[in-house]
Structures are given as structure tokens and as C-alpha cells.
């Protein structure tokens, strides 16, 4: 486990508070079937002040624009980066411009294979509780204006209002009274936050779904928590005297 370290987006900075959450891998259950992930990656890009946000959305869509979009391009224009789809030399350029800003990665990656049985057929009830482990590791009592959470818009009506209950139930307590919460659920096309934390989430899910690190390792020094929720347990040795 990496530990929680504050200091890239809480300490000397005052102001609003960007969390944007995306996840990688699947929630689907049965290793017999094909498709299915081993792991389930949650990520948040946690980002403090409106310039640090500009900056990271202005990094987006300038990679987009330049090398997905170059004026010599024919054919169909590339609305929106993901991190399954997108090479590792356009990650890096991505990367370069964004690597002086102060933002924090947080990450928490399901084994999959030790989770109960009862739970596997309730993969709200799972998405939910892994969000709020994850935000749980954000250091709440350290903002001072407002709090916005950011989430790619996959859920019905229904659903959206029921994370947005629980989560408001887990973190209001960490708040101070004036500070402001809000949850919300956009169009990733629309939000070139939600395509950066795409690109990071599929990093680190890749790390531990196929042993890949390219890109997590050049990204690495960013994430400021890391942990896999229920690790593979350890096979005993036996003992030889």
C-alpha cells in the first residue's frame, strides 16, 4: 500500500476542491466467462483550485486536439480520450504538460476473487461501498470552501440519487458546517476531467489486471494512496526443520 500523502493538494493552498471518480474493469462475476476482469479499479483525481483545474482540463483537450485531431487528419474527429484506447507516447505527451501542476491520485483496486458470493449479485451495493472506502482516504477536514464530486453519468435516476445519499451520509461528517458538498454526474465527453482520471484509473487497473506498469510508472510519483482491497491470501510454506 502506497500511504495517504496530503501535500501536493492540501498543504499552503486554500480554495475549492475537484474530485472526479472513474473506475476500470468490470464488476461482472465468473471466471469461466469471457471478458471478465480479475480486478476492479476506483480512481479520484483530486484536484484543489480553479487554476490547477483549467490547467488539467486545458492539458486534455490540447492532447486531443494535437494528437488525436492534427490538421492532417481525414475522417472521424476523436470527441473524447480513454485510457484503453490510447497509446502510451499520447499519455506521455498528456503527461509532460500536466506534471507541474499540484493534483493527487487515490486508487483502490478489487480482487475480485475474494469477494463473498452474497455480494457478487449486488454490484451497486459494491461500487458504493469501494467509493466511499476510497473517498475516506481524502483528508476532508482540510477543506475550507467547497467539496465537488464528479462522476462519468452511467447510473439511472434512481441509482445516482442513492450514491448520492450514501456518500453524502459518509463524508458530511468529515465537512466543516460551511463547507459546501456537491455530487454530480456529466457527460465525460463534455468534462476533459473525467478523460484524465480515465487515463490514470486504467494505469494503475492495468498494473494489477495484466502485470502492465508503462504508463502507471511514469505517472507514479502523482498517487498519494494505493491499496488492493482483499490481496490474494499468501500460500503457507510448509515447515522443514
Not at 472526479?20 to 468490470?26: I, K, R, T, V, Y
Not at 469501494?130 to 464528479?150: C, G, K, T, W, Y
Not at 459546501?180 to 454526474?185: A, C, D, M, S, V
Request: aromatic residues 10%; contains cysteine; charged residues 25%.
Amino acid at each position: 500500500m502506497i500511504p495517504s500523502i496530503h501535500y501536493d493538494i492540501i498543504a499552503h493552498m486554500r480554495g475549492p476542491w475537484y474530485l472526479f471518480l472513474d473506475e476500470s474493469g468490470d464488476l461482472g462475476f465468473g471466471s469461466d466467462k469471457p471478458g471478465r476482469s480479475k480486478h476492479f479499479t476506483i480512481c479520484i483525481l483530486a484536484i484543489r483550485t480553479d487554476t490547477n483545474h483549467r490547467n488539467i482540463a486545458h492539458a486534455i483537450r490540447k492532447t486531443i486536439a494535437r494528437k488525436l485531431n492534427p490538421k492532417t487528419k481525414r475522417g472521424r474527429i476523436v470527441q473524447e480520450i480513454k485510457g484503453s484506447r490510447t497509446v502510451i507516447g499520447v499519455k506521455e505527451y498528456f503527461f509532460r504538460m500536466v506534471t507541474g501542476i499540484h493534483f493527487g491520485i487515490y486508487a483502490l483496486t478489487l480482487n475480485k476473487e475474494r469477494l463473498f458470493p452474497h455480494l457478487q449479485e449486488n454490484k451497486e451495493v459494491v461500487y458504493n461501498y469501494l467509493s466511499r472506502l476510497l473517498l475516506e482516504q481524502l483528508p476532508f477536514e482540510n477543506a475550507d470552501i467547497s467539496v465537488h464530486l464528479v462522476l462519468d453519468k452511467r447510473k439511472s435516476k434512481p441509482l445516482i440519487r442513492e450514491f448520492n445519499q450514501y456518500v453524502e451520509r459518509a463524508l458530511r461528517h468529515k465537512l466543516a458546517l460551511n463547507v459546501l458538498l456537491r455530487i454530480t454526474h456529466e457527460d465525460s465527453k463534455a468534462n476533459p476531467c473525467l478523460q484524465a482520471v480515465d487515463l490514470f484509473c486504467h494505469g494503475i487497473y492495468k498494473k494489477y489486471e495484466s502485470g502492465d506498469s508503462i504508463w502507471y510508472d511514469i505517472f507514479k510519483g502523482k498517487v498519494r494512496y494505493e491499496d488492493i482491497y482483499l490481496p490474494p491470501k499468501k500460500e503457507s510454506v510448509p515447515y522443514k526443520p
